[in-house]
Structures are given as C-alpha cells and as structure tokens.
C-alpha cells in the first residue's frame, strides 16, 4: 500500500477527534478542554505579538477558549474573542455569517494567533466549508441515532495508543471506470468480503482512500477521488453492516500515490481505486 505518512497521520488524528465529538452527542455539548486554566484572562490586543500560525483539529471547547491538537499530538489553547475573524476557504457558507458557534469538535483549523507569554488569542481561524458541513452533521446528530454506538465508541478509543502506530493488516482495493465512481458488482462482493474479514478483529478500524489516473484536472480529481472514496464508505455501512464508529474519516488523493504506470490504459486503470484499509493500533494490536 502506498500512502503518504504525513497526510495518512492527519487522517488518523481527524477521524479519532471526530469520532470523540460523535460519542458526546447524548448530551450536545463540546468537549471540555483537558487543561487546567488557572488565569483564564488574555492580554489586550495592543499588548501582544503575532504569534505561530497553528493548523490542527478542534478537540476540545470551553468559553472563549478552544483546544486545537495539531498533526504531532500537540495540544494548543487559543483564547477567542468577539475581534477573531472566522472564515470558511471555500462555497459552502457566506464568510460573514460564520460565528464562534461554528467552531465544533472534529473541524480542521488554521489558526492565525497573537501571542503574550504562553498565552495565544486567534485574530483569524479559517476552515473548510466542506468539513464544517460534515461535522455539524455529526454534532447535530440525534440521540438516538448515536446511543447504541456511545459505549463501543468510548471502549475502542480508551484503548487506542499513539495514533501513529498503526499496523496495517489488510488493504483491498475496488477499481472503477474512468470518471465514474459507480461499484461494479465484483466491487460489492469484494467490499463485504473485506468488512467480514475485518469483523473478526476486535480493534480493527478501516481507512478509506480514494484515487484517481492522471487524466483531468487536480481539482476534478480530488472531487472525483472523494466521491469515489464516499460510495465505498456508504455501502460499507449500507450493504455490508460495518458500524460508522469502526470507520476513520475516509479522504480523496486524488492522482497521488500511483500503483501503476499513468502512461499507460493498464496502469491508469489499476490507479482508478480506492483503498480500504484495515487498521489495528498497535498498542491493542495481539490483545
């Protein structure tokens, strides 16, 4: 299998932070931070300086303060206050309509921060309108759809260790026709045959990543891988009874990661895939 570490890391760390949001949902509340803040004041504008551009996950919100977790497990505390520009990067919400209600557990941030000490005070958080979608979806779930999920949720997340220490034990790939992201029947079959096998792993999860050949656009691309690696996930779900809790948030590479030659109708048909991957921690992994 060949995916790139740094963006499959980013991966991990989004699904598992969103999976957390997901399993608070009985209550529809956020998450408290999981720091202690002793001086919950911040510095005047005028008394600070520009500070570290932060990019991360949401994973924790209290008051005026959030908790961005970046790539490398870090954890950053960042003040808002009613002078924080909060933008979406593209289509999908009217950038002066967002609000500091928009900032929910499981959204990718990037931050712009003043800085006074330790303390840091964000002059502008942007995000994608695409995830922002997703997780309000999640985070406005209802009880009832989430209950039965909550306590499975919660057991195979206490045991999960270092997110980068994952040992694949499986990767099955479907193929699709070029610029389609229809599943063939041999697709179907091959999709439930992967979720069974994988059901009988008790701390197994599955990451899903969808590809392109090198014909089209970037842009056409990366739709098309999404929309591709989308379909998988549903009928994983739909057809093939994999519970949504045991799936990390599935992405599109687009023309990346090439198993084959794009120069030739061979190869760019063997890239036209998506990848279900099969993933146990290796902190549980043998237990």
């Given at each position: 299998?060949?995916?790139?570490?740094?963006n499959?890391?980013m991966?991990?760390?989004?699904?598992?932070l969103?999976?957390?949001?997901?399993?608070?949902?009985?209550?529809?509340?956020?998450s408290?931070?999981?720091?202690?803040?002793?001086?919950?004041?911040?510095?005047a504008?005028?008394?600070?300086?520009?500070?570290?551009?932060?990019?991360?996950?949401?994973?924790?919100?209290?008051?005026?303060?959030m908790?961005v977790?970046?790539?490398?497990?870090?954890?950053?505390?960042i003040?808002?206050?009613?002078?924080?520009?909060?933008t979406?990067?593209?289509g999908?919400?009217?950038?002066?309509?967002?609000?500091?209600?928009?900032?929910?557990?499981g959204?990718p941030?990037?931050?712009?921060?003043?800085?006074?000490?330790?303390?840091?005070?964000?002059?502008?958080?942007?995000?994608t309108g695409?995830?922002?979608?997703?997780?309000?979806?999640?985070?406005?779930?209802?009880?009832?759809?989430?209950?039965?999920?909550?306590?499975?949720?919660?057991?195979?997340?206490?045991?999960m260790?270092?997110?980068?220490?994952?040992?694949?034990?499986?990767?099955?790939?479907?193929?699709?026709?070029?610029?389609?992201?229809?599943?063939?029947?041999q697709?179907?079959?091959?999709?439930?045959?992967?979720?069974?096998?994988?059901e009988?792993q008790?701390?197994?999860?599955l990451?899903?990543?969808g590809?392109?050949?090198?014909?089209?656009s970037?842009?056409y691309n990366?739709?098309?891988?999404?929309?591709r690696?989308s379909?998988?996930?549903?009928?994983?779900?739909?057809?093939?009874?994999?519970?949504?809790y045991r799936?990390?948030?599935?992405?599109g590479?687009a023309?990346?990661?090439?198993m084959?030659d794009?120069?030739?109708?061979?190869?760019?048909a063997q890239?036209?895939?998506?990848?279900?991957?099969v993933?146990?921690?290796?902190?549980?992994?043998?237990?």
């Amino acid at each position: 299998m060949h995916i790139n570490s740094k963006n499959t890391k980013m991966l991990l760390l989004a699904a598992l932070l969103t999976g957390a949001a997901s399993t608070s949902l009985s209550a529809q509340t956020q998450s408290p931070l999981s720091v202690a803040v002793t001086d919950d004041s911040t510095p005047a504008r005028s008394e600070m300086t520009e500070g570290p551009e932060i990019n991360g996950i949401i994973s924790a919100r209290s008051g005026a303060r959030m908790q961005v977790t970046t790539a490398d497990g870090a954890k950053k505390v960042i003040a808002i206050d009613d002078a924080t520009k909060i933008t979406a990067s593209k289509g999908l919400f009217s950038r002066d309509k967002l609000a500091a209600a928009s900032l929910i557990n499981g959204i990718p941030v990037t931050v712009k921060t003043l800085q006074s000490g330790d303390a840091l005070l964000a002059s502008s958080i942007k995000l994608t309108g695409k995830d922002l979608k997703v997780a309000r979806m999640i985070h406005g779930g209802t009880e009832q759809g989430f209950a039965e999920q909550t306590a499975a949720t919660e057991a195979l997340r206490g045991r999960m260790g270092d997110i980068d220490k994952y040992n694949v034990k499986s990767t099955t790939n479907v193929n699709f026709d070029t610029g389609k992201w229809v599943l063939s029947e041999q697709a179907k079959t091959d999709l439930c045959a992967a979720a069974t096998a994988a059901e009988g792993q008790e701390n197994a999860l599955l990451l899903v990543v969808g590809y392109t050949d090198s014909v089209g656009s970037e842009d056409y691309n990366q739709v098309l891988s999404e929309k591709r690696a989308s379909r998988v996930v549903n009928y994983l779900q739909q057809a093939c009874k994999w519970k949504p809790y045991r799936m990390l948030t599935p992405t599109g590479m687009a023309e990346s990661d090439p198993m084959a030659d794009n120069e030739t109708p061979e190869g760019k048909a063997q890239n036209r895939r998506v990848a279900v991957n099969v993933l146990v921690s290796k902190a549980v992994d043998g237990l």
